[in-house]
């Protein structure tokens, strides 16, 4: 008898079992059945709902618990690049909706990458200012001749560019060999980024024509990602990546669309650093000759296989959440904008950066930091010595390394450089230390331009207009730029449309650096009336600019 109940009872859980199971695939195909009947039904007029692209569900650790944040703002935006674009493309629409046509209208034009009113682009085989502005004698003058002491590199000496003397522990590939080149490695087997570095030397960062530095442009989009951690230092979240070969860039991920402009009240030190500003500046350093930014490309990363997945950084890898949006994010850690409320988020995981490709590390070209004299407060309320005194260009020069070489020259350059783009944030700059004074300044750090298009900070001009100085062939070439045939905005055009993320400046940033341009041919012009053109203008050519030959 106690057999039999004990059978029945095990009938009885089988029974439970097998109706539990059932009902489980009745729920699972009662949607489909009914969306095939629907579809089916002769009398239904409903088109069938369009397929939605397949996308794939993020991997994520097993110990990993998913945030899902009911607080997640989408302030200051999504990070696809494609905001900025169709805001671009209603802005070139001149409206929004309308007609019910207006959407298929909209979807057969070809997509406008500028604003309104923006010319349309020459056809390839006349757009040819950018080629034609390099032909130019005033970019053809050779620099003096290099001495061994004017490298920054010897690659026939003994230097042996081991990336361990970094201590990178990923300094090592896949098979455990150690990347070693040394003088007698031929320079056609260095990777990219490593003929970058051995080009530089005491005039320049890179030479007008160094192939390798579109190669490198190119590495820097299309490299694989194979480790990433947070930068220490800096306000706002900068990510370190290494590349395959080796190679590091430093990433800065998008926070603004092309359009949005820096808020009235915002204070120039808690303004947004924009991706695009590094890039575009970048292409305005080359076009103006300068050859002092590190290449910088454009890239749409995949945050979840290009960043979670290779990070060893456990501060940032926590940080990685999943809004209601079904959108994943992260915010990291730094001073400004690492909160929840400024997260950084894809569409799904895509998001858009800059990327800066890496100086030669510190144990191997140490560099010196400087203060900028024309620095600024950096306090809502106080004022600057340079703010409030006229004659203050005088006790500068007077002051080492200022009172003799080209150090005063060069801030002039840099004053240029950051007008045209409206950056107020120059507190530090670099040299490298090997070459004491008698160098370039290098200009990083570039993400707080093209903020405002609709307004022009007069006082990035003041070192300008306090020291009246200014290189001849600075001068000229900017002359050079505010040329109808060789106009700066469309110099910028051309060669931002290079980038893999075009377009990069919304078109009245373009319009804005002509109408800047102007003013400071205006300010030279003031200082040569007042002083005269040959206490202004310092003749830095070693030769007639109409004579010159082809550079090295």
């Not at 994520?60 to 302030?75: C, V």
């Not at 045939?485 to 319009?511: C, R, T, V």
Request: with cysteine; charged share 25%.
């Amino acid at each position: 008898m106690k057999m039999l109940l004990v059978r029945k009872f095990r009938v009885l859980i089988l029974m439970v079992f097998l109706v539990a199971c059932t009902m489980h695939i009745m729920i699972d195909l009662l949607p489909r059945l009914e969306r095939r009947g629907t579809e089916g039904r002769p009398g239904c007029s409903c088109p069938p709902p369009a397929a939605a692209p397949p996308r794939a569900a993020p991997r994520w650790p097993g110990k990993h618990t998913l945030r899902i944040l009911q607080d997640f703002s989408a302030e200051p935006g999504s990070n696809l690049s494609s905001q900025s674009r169709e805001a671009a493309e209603r802005a070139a629409g001149g409206g929004g909706g309308g007609a019910a046509g207006g959407g298929e209208a909209a979807a057969a034009r070809p997509r406008r990458l500028m604003n309104p009113g923006a010319p349309r682009p020459p056809p390839p085989a006349a757009a040819a200012p950018l080629a034609a502005l390099f032909q130019h004698p005033l970019y053809r003058a050779a620099l003096p001749p290099l001495a061994e002491g004017d490298l920054l590199f010897n690659v026939n000496s003994d230097i042996r560019f081991n990336p361990r003397a970094a201590e990178q522990p990923e300094w090592q590939n896949e098979d455990n060999e150690e990347f070693l080149p040394t003088g007698e490695t031929s320079i056609d087997s260095y990777p990219n980024w490593l003929k970058f570095h051995i080009g530089i030397n005491r005039y320049e960062l890179y030479s007008r024509h160094n192939p390798a530095i579109e190669a490198l442009l190119q590495d820097l989009v299309s490299q694989k990602i194979t480790s990433v951690a947070m930068k220490s230092g800096g306000t706002q979240l900068k990510l370190i990546m290494t590349f395959q070969n080796y190679g590091q860039a430093l990433f800065k991920p998008m926070k603004q669309t092309r359009e949005q402009e820096t808020p009235p009240d915002f204070f120039y030190f808690s303004d947004y650093e924009r991706h695009n500003a590094e890039i575009a500046a970048f292409h305005l350093d080359r076009i103006l000759d300068f050859r002092r930014v590190p290449p910088v490309a454009g890239r749409l990363v995949n945050m979840t296989r290009e960043i979670r997945d290779v990070t060893r950084d456990k501060k940032l890898w926590r940080t990685f959440f999943i809004s209601p949006a079904n959108n994943i994010c992260f915010y990291g850690e730094c001073s400004y904008y690492c909160s929840t409320e400024h997260a950084l988020c894809g569409k799904p995981d895509q998001i858009e950066g800059s990327l800066a490709a890496f100086l030669p590390d510190l144990s191997l070209a140490k560099r010196k930091t400087w203060r900028n004299p024309w620095r600024r407060s950096y306090h809502k309320r106080k004022k600057a010595e340079w703010e409030v005194d006229p004659d203050y260009c005088e006790e500068v020069k007077q002051t080492p390394p200022y009172d003799s070489g080209t150090r005063i020259l060069d801030i002039m350059d840099m004053t240029v450089f950051d007008f045209l783009m409206g950056n107020m944030d120059r507190h530090h700059y670099e040299t490298f230390e090997k070459f004491g004074n008698e160098t370039f300044i290098i200009h990083l750090d570039n993400g707080r331009g093209f903020g405002k298009y609709s307004h022009d900070e007069l006082s990035i001009l003041v070192p300008l207009n306090q020291c009246c100085r200014i290189r001849k062939s600075t001068y000229l070439r900017l002359q050079l730029l505010a040329k109808e045939e060789y106009k700066l905005s469309l110099l910028m055009k051309e060669s931002l449309l290079k980038d893999k993320i075009a377009p990069i400046l919304y078109q009245p940033h373009l319009e804005a650096m002509d109408r800047r341009l102007r003013i400071v041919l205006r300010a030279v012009g003031d200082c040569i009336e007042k002083d005269g053109y040959d206490n202004v203008v310092e003749n830095d050519f070693n030769t007639d600019v109409n004579t010159v030959t082809t550079e090295r």
